[in-house]
């Protein structure tokens, strides 16, 4: 669990981007693939996107500014991506040295 901090539009935002934080994102990014893919399955898609931005969106403090929503999510998004990169690089780099080890 992390705390990262934002700014949108001027507007400090801070959230912390718990298991239940980052799932709501991953689930948001398969929403936007599933409405992307099939354009016509927006409307059904649409209303979760909505419900998952706004989970998103009540772990944020302070409570976003409406204009400011979009740009919020989109920072939290990258924030999730990066982490996950950062725990993949990591894994990465454990399973490496444990590697050499066993060679040695």
């Known amino acids: 669990m992390s705390s990262r901090e934002f ?3 001027g507007n400090g935002y801070r959230v912390v ?3 239940q934080v980052v799932s709501h994102v991953t ?7 599933v409405a992307y893919e099939d354009p016509e399955s927006f ?3 649409s209303s979760e ?3 998952t931005i ?3 969106a009540a772990n944020v403090e302070p409570v976003a500014a409406e204009g400011d929503l979009d740009g919020l999510i989109q920072e939290i998004i990258r924030a ?4 996950a990169e950062a725990i993949e690089k990591e894994l990465g780099e454990g399973s490496d ?3 050499k080890r066993r060679h040695r």
């Open 97 to 99: 040295h444990s590697k």
């Open 17 to 19: 981007l718990t298991d």
């Open 80 to 83: 999730v991506d990066r982490k």
């Open 43 to 45: 409307e059904e898609v």
């Open 7 to 9: 700014e949108v539009n």
């Open 54 to 56: 706004n989970e998103i």
């Open 49 to 51: 996107i909505s419900e």
């Open 27 to 33: 689930n948001l990014k398969n929403l936007y693939n």
